[in-house]
């Protein structure tokens, strides 16, 4: 159906924009609804800049001291929780670049791609900065960032972004038009409250990763991981009966750092995925999507290790049955584009169709008397896993990973106990993570009702 939106002229003149869509209904309302209340522009409170606009990507490095945040970065609300890439500390000191520099406090908001977006900087992130792709909001003092960033997550402050943004084919947030975001006064109390929220739900976020760290450290350290540096040599070479054994002719597969891996393997009981699996599924086609219908789990839904997207897709037009649907325990690894993604399958998503981009394992009656499918999830997302799922994987322009390669990567098998460990660590990692988005979602619940509470008074 077709939707109407009628303006004034002196709308038009005032904000410079001609387009609809500024125009929509639901942009209006919440424009009418903002007005009912008192609020000032963002500048007013905030000091408004970018990041970064010199051309430095030569520098990049996985081994520099300074992380270099880019809009894909910002897309958790958890600024630690991404895996940027690092600069140089010289670079980070020029002149040129100590405009972009982050403070803690900042509330960095993604104004490119995935628009909308934001994070706060935490007092743990140390010297960082960040790309163009970033706007940088800086308190002036009279506002707390953290109100702030509840408030850009909110209903109210989503819809102003989406509405004050530009372009065709590659849509943007330009920093002037921030000045046309309103940002409502709370009172000192209430403020305090929502800040409180937001840091609780930062510092659990902190306590969550600690919790995941934990236990990738004890894994590796019963793997030896810990202890193994990769070889870099020149050359190397196989056997031509290895050749033949593997029916792999291409040298990637031989590297000494595949290597290095199965001999720590074979310090311990060894056993093929194909060996502890029921038979590897993939999951099912779906044509269209619905607002109603199972859950529709996708690649893009897998967030270390877990199924975490927020946007996850329903379908009502295809049948279920055993092969394309999930259950709890179950691991889904994606086999297309950035294979060996994991995920761990919960109660919650216990039933979900599964998409054709995904191979399914399902632990074996007899493969559950020795291995958990926790710690079988966490070791094919550590550097084994992944290491291996790239070995055995095939195709040169677009690396593809199928049933038969999947069922040949190699697990070992650590002790009983450790297993648990491992899985107790994990089970506290998810209570946290879970507990960090609840009092997100209050804080921004919250902002919410105080501005309802405001207009209806």
Known sequence: MAKWSLTELSSVT?????????????????????????????????????????SISKYFSDSGRIPYFRGQDVNDFFLENAEPIKIPKKIYETPMMKRSHFHTGDVLLSIVGTIGSLSVVPDTIGDATGSCKIAILRSKGDYSPFVLAAYLISNYGQLQIKRNTRGAVQMGLILKDLSRIRVPKFSDSQQAEIEALIKNSM??????????????????????????????????????????????????????????????????????????????????????????????????????????????????????????????????????GSIGACALIENTHAGSFYSDNLIRIRLSDQAKEELRASYLNLLLNTTYGQMQMVRYSRGSVQQRLNQTQLAQIPVPIIKWETQLQIENLIKKYRQAKKESKSLLDQAKTRVEQLIEEAVRS
């Open 203 to 336: 510092s659990v976020n902190r306590q969550s990763k600690t919790l995941y760290t934990l236990a990738q450290h004890l894994l590796e350290s019963e793997l030896g991981l810990d202890k193994l540096s990769f070889q870099k040599p020149v050359g190397y070479t196989a056997r031509f009966s290895e050749v033949v054994a593997n029916s792999r002719f291409d040298s990637d597969y031989y590297q000494i750092k595949y290597k290095q891996l199965d001999d720590i393997a074979v310090k311990l009981p060894v056993k093929k995925i194909k060996a502890i699996s029921e038979k590897l599924e993939t999951g099912i086609y779906s044509q269209s999507y619905s607002s109603d219908g199972k859950m529709y789990l996708r690649g893009v839904d897998i967030n270390n290790g877990f199924i975490d997207g927020d946007f996850i897709l329903r379908t009502n037009l295809l049948i279920a049955n055993s092969k394309n649907t999930v259950i709890k325990d179950d691991i889904l690894v994606t086999r297309v």
């Open 14 to 54: 005032l904000f410079d924009r001609i387009d609809g869509e500024y125009y929509l209904p639901e942009y209006m309302l919440n424009q009418d609804t903002l007005s009912k209340i008192e609020t000032v522009s963002l500048p007013q409170w905030f000091l408004v800049s970018d990041g970064n606009h010199l």
